[in-house]
């Protein structure tokens, strides 16, 4: 990581490896969005009623 971090900062830094890491940016900002969102969250399923607990 340091690594890509001083090949970026340097000045002959490629432009290819700063769109990458836009890309990796833009890719977790939607996957951090997608799950504070609660995307693909079913409901619960609706159990039937317990007909031993009321009186008859």
């Not at 970026?8 to 799950?35: D, K, Q």
């Amino acid at each position: 990581m340091s690594r890509l971090l001083a090949r970026v900062l340097r000045e002959e830094a490629s432009a290819p490896v700063v769109e990458y890491g836009v890309v990796a940016a833009l890719i977790a900002a939607v996957l951090l969005t997608a799950a504070s969102l609660g995307v693909g969250h079913q409901p619960p399923p609706v159990s039937a009623p317990d007909l031993r607990a009321s009186p008859r």
